[in-house]
């Protein structure tokens, strides 16, 4: 099983570090997947869900405001100006990582289109979460 090291870091610190199996990114031309052994890339981010499929199978999101991903074939870094991951141990971990992630959306609210695609998915990762 080949997995690559994939961190994602906000001006406030790390909040993302492992190794993933795969990582779907919004870039500004559409969303991409990376695996390992891709090709180097520097790119630009938009604001989206960051869907990372860990070692386990499982899926864990991210939603990003904008920001920079520069990928090679062994490691992934997304550099983001603002980030909330969709994660938590119990609802109130889960309620309170949505209210932030609706704090984040309203931020980035003149990105139009994005909105509606982050929305969407936001809603599907806290039904998944559950």
């Known amino acids: 099983m080949d997995t690559f090291k994939l961190e994602i870091v906000t001006p406030n610190g790390l909040i993302y570090a492992d190794e993933a199996l795969s990582v779907t990114l919004p870039g500004e031309e559409g969303e991409f997947g990376v695996l390992a052994g891709h090709s180097s890339i520097s790119t630009l981010l938009e604001a989206g869900v960051v869907d990372i499929e860990k070692t386990d199978k499982s899926v864990e999101s991210v939603l990003i405001n904008w920001g920079v991903v520069n990928v090679d074939e062994e490691k992934v870094v997304v550099l983001v100006e603002g980030a909330v991951a969709i994660r ?8 309170r990582a949505l209210e932030d992630a609706k704090e984040l959306v309203k931020s980035i609210e003149d990105s139009g289109a994005a909105i509606a695609t982050v929305s969407a998915k936001l809603e599907n990762a806290a039904q998944k979460l559950i």
């Open 88 to 95: 938590g141990e119990s609802e109130s971990d889960v309620a």
